[in-house]
Every structure is written in C-alpha cells, then in structure tokens.
C-alpha cells in the first residue's frame, strides 16, 4: 500500500499546469487546441543572453557557485534595482533562486511558523496559498472583486490584521488579473503594516517590465517600511526566460540569509549557465524591455476589443502582465448538450471541449467566477480563439 505523506495530500495541483497538460492530451489526440491557460511570454530569448550561456559553456563555467548566486550577478542585480527602480541594496541582501516560485517559497518557510497567519489578497496567483499550506500557516483572504480593480483598500487591509498576523503577499502587476498597485496605493498600505511590529510584506514583482500605465512602484521604496519588505523578481517575465529558472529575492540581510541556509538545504544553487545569462539580462538597458513591454499591450487591446463582443463577459483593463481575467457569471445556469454550467470551473471545461480553446478556471486564484487566460501568442491565435469562445458561448441556452 502506498503511504503518501499528509503535507503532498493536502497539496493542490497548479490548475495553469493542469490545464496545460490536457490541452497536450488533446492535441495528441489530433485536436486543434488554442492554449490560453499559461503565463509564458511567446518570444524567444534576447541573443545577448544566449550568447553570455554560450560563452559560460565555453569557458567551463559549470561548477557549484555559492549558494546565494556568485558574487558579479548578486552585485549586478544590485545596480539594476538602484537603476530600475531607485531601491538600494548590497549583494548580501540578494539571493538568486531556481526561479521566483523557489523565492517566495524559502521566504515563507523562513518567516511563518506553523499557525501563522499570512494575508492574500484576492485574486492571488495559484502557488500562493499552497506554499502557506506548506508552512503550515493560515492564510487570510481578502476578496477583491472586478469593481474594486482586483485591490484592496487599506481600510481592509487593517480590519484582517490580528495579533497572529505574520505576514502580507501579494503580486503588482498581479498575475492573475493584471491590476497595478500605484505608488500612493503602496504607500497607504506600507503605512498600515508599518503599525504592527513583526509584521512583513512580500511584494511579487516579476511582472515588473510588462507594465503599461508609464512605470513600476516597488513597495521597498519606501524608507519606514523598508526593513520588512521581501522583493520578488526574476528574469522569466520580462526577459523571456520561463525555461531557464532565474528568481531574485531581495531583502534585509538577516532574512537573505536564512534564505541562503534555506535553500542551501533545497537545492544549492540556481545553474551556473543560467547565472551567467541572468548577469546579461541584468547589464541590458530597461529599454530592451520595450518591445515585448508594448507587443503585449497592443494585444490586450486586441483582446479586450474582442471581449467587447461577447455578451455576458466583462473585463476591466489589465494594467501590466498578459492576463484577462473575466467574470463570468452570466452563464451560471445556462446548458448545452447536457452540460450545465454553474461556475468558472465548468466554464473551463466546457471551453476546452466545445471550442477548443484553454483558459484557467477563476477558482485557482480564489474566485470561481472569473476565468484567467494569457494573451501572451499571436494576433492571429488571439483572434481565432475569442471567436472560437465567442461561438461556443452563444451555444449556452
């Protein structure tokens, strides 16, 4: 008899790597799938980097380096947060990880105990609330609907506040509904956890250099707070990387280095080769980010333009990242063909089979009455497959 531990039974699948996967199912059946379910940008890699991977190779740089990410690249990614973003750190508050994922997770086991609790706003990206699971921590959501912008207010923030309260993560631009948290926004709230000693935010910011509103407001810019901010990055995103598994956390240097210990136990360090292309993607202008930056707002407009047309499907406007997050809800109750309709989830599925088409279900990001889908592919893709929705919707009577 198998025995499977209670913590990997509690876990949950990533419903964007699920849909994923079947969307590969039905494409080896031979069926035309448009898959809209994951986050990764559809350019390849800037030839600056790959070349600086290539040169790793050819220079035999493929030992352990430290644990933390070598020395050049930590002190690089220092310079690019003062350029970037007017945020200064030292090397040894920076720790290079396999990917954000793995710099959020080392955060949270480093700083909530079992019974902890960690607020989330909501819509929260997926792995969120698992990596709490994982800490034994209890996660606090705070609903934020598409009225509201997808963010909370500071007002709400404080009434979830309890003496148990360890701990607030969060992502701008938000994956998954793309709402940008302005500076005074930030400030509000970096003036609320500022109240309560102990009290430590994580701010995900990997979609940093797809932001559409003018510039990206880091939450440790601000100097009263600053100590207790936990900034997430990495080069996935922005550099069209998602295959080579480079995450930055940045913080004080006491937490970096339990982080350091953390993974140290984990995984060591990130690869060499992808520590060397980090260190080029670091080194390249802002400017370079440009392109793919405004490649995807174009399309947005695109897809919002389509939405339009959609009875009963209402968007707001995404601010930065590549996601459309709908609510839905008008079609709760409606059928076709036997299946019924009674949220998200079913919607998902519905679309997968009847058009084609794969989006994620709003329940993975804490409200079934929204669904997520990237419009990170091409015009011609987007195009086909809002109409492919479009028609399989109005099949729901």
């Not at 086991?109 to 994982?134: R, T």
């Not at 995450?247 to 953390?262: E, N, R, T, V």
Request: charged content about 25%.
């Amino acid at each position: 008899m198998a025995h499977l531990s209670e913590r990997i039974k509690a876990l949950s699948e990533s419903q964007t790597i699920a849909m994923a996967r079947k969307s590969r199912e039905l494409q080896e059946q031979g069926i035309d799938i448009i898959s809209l379910s994951l986050g990764e940008p559809d350019f390849n890699t800037p030839e600056v980097i790959k070349q600086a991977a290539k040169k790793a190779l050819d220079d035999n740089y493929t030992y352990y380096t430290h644990v933390s990410g070598y020395l050049g690249l930590r002190e690089a990614i220092c310079k690019k947060f003062k350029r970037d973003n007017n945020l200064t750190y030292t090397a040894d508050e920076i720790v290079v990880s396999t990917g954000a994922k793995q710099s959020i997770a080392n955060a949270v086991l480093c700083l909530i105990n079992p019974g902890d609790e960690v607020i989330v706003p909501s819509p929260y990206w997926v792995s969120y609330l698992e990596i709490l699971k994982l800490a034994e921590a209890k996660a606090v959501v705070i609903p934020a609907t598409i009225d509201d912008d997808f963010k909370i207010t500071p007002e709400k923030l404080a009434k979830h506040i309890t003496s148990k309260t360890r701990m607030i993560m969060f992502s701008t631009p938000c994956n998954p509904t793309g709402s940008v948290y302005s500076k005074d926004e930030l400030k509000a709230l970096a003036e609320v956890v500022a109240k309560h000693d102990e009290l430590y935010i994580l701010c995900d910011e990997i979609y940093e250099h797809i932001n559409f509103i003018g510039g990206h407001e880091s939450m440790a810019q601000f100097d009263f707070i600053r100590d207790r901010v936990i900034t997430i990055n990495g080069v996935s995103k922005g550099f069209a990387m998602t295959g080579w598994r480079g995450g930055i956390l940045a913080a004080p240097k006491w937490i970096a280095q339990a982080c350091d210990k953390m993974q140290g136990q984990f995984t060591s360090a990130t690869c060499s080769i992808t520590q060397k292309a980090m260190h080029a993607a670091m080194e390249m202008p802002i400017e370079t980010t440009y392109q793919m930056r405004d490649a995807f707002k174009r399309r947005r407009d695109l897809v919002l333009n389509l939405v339009k047309g959609i009875p009963g499907m209402k968007a707001n406007v995404p601010e930065g990242a590549f996601y459309v997050f709908p609510e839905i809800s008008y079609y709760f109750g409606k059928s076709y063909n036997g299946i019924t309709i009674n949220n998200g989830t079913d919607l998902c599925m519905y679309l997968i089979q009847e058009a084609h088409v794969s989006m994620v279900p709003g329940a993975a990001f804490g409200d079934d009455n929204y669904i997520r889908f990237s419009y990170a592919t091409s015009d011609e893709k987007l195009t086909e497959a809002m109409k492919r929705v479009k028609n399989a919707l109005e099949k729901l009577k």
